[in-house]
């Protein structure tokens, strides 16, 4: 079993920047994928970043450029770091892990990120 927590949300300006955290703990065996999803109020929960075993990341067409997804492998931490955040950021964000053999998916219990004046 894997236990995610994040950390690092807050109530930010627009232009602004937050570091979402993420760490694991618990059996953690072949990490496959860690990835960062966010839902807005009233809207689907959407893909924002994701880096797989390699280091080949991913991010979504709204983030490109503004956001990027890094790790600490020996701390079992993935980050998420935002820079420029627009009011339209705004959304609990959630981290997700795919571990093991079989892929077994994970979450975290979200963090609040708010972009506003």
């Known amino acids: 079993q894997v236990q995610l927590v994040e950390s690092g949300g807050g109530l930010v300006q627009p232009g602004g920047s937050l570091r979402l955290s993420c760490a694991a703990s618990?059996?953690?065996?072949?990490?496959?994928?860690m990835g960062w999803y966010r839902q807005a109020p009233g809207k689907q929960r959407e893909l924002v970043a994701s880096?797989?075993?390699?280091?080949?990341?991913n991010y979504g067409d709204s983030v490109k450029g503004r956001f990027t997804i890094s790790r600490d492998n020996a701390e079992n931490t993935v980050y998420l770091q935002m820079n420029s955040l627009k009011p339209e950021d705004t959304a609990v964000y959630y981290c997700?892990?795919?571990?093991?053999?079989?892929?077994?998916?994970?979450w975290g219990q979200g963090t609040q990120v708010t972009v506003s004046s």
């Open positions: 997700n892990w795919w571990v093991g053999y079989s892929n077994d998916e994970y």
């Open positions: 618990g059996s953690i065996f072949r990490i496959n994928r």
């Open positions: 880096i797989i075993r390699g280091g080949r990341t």
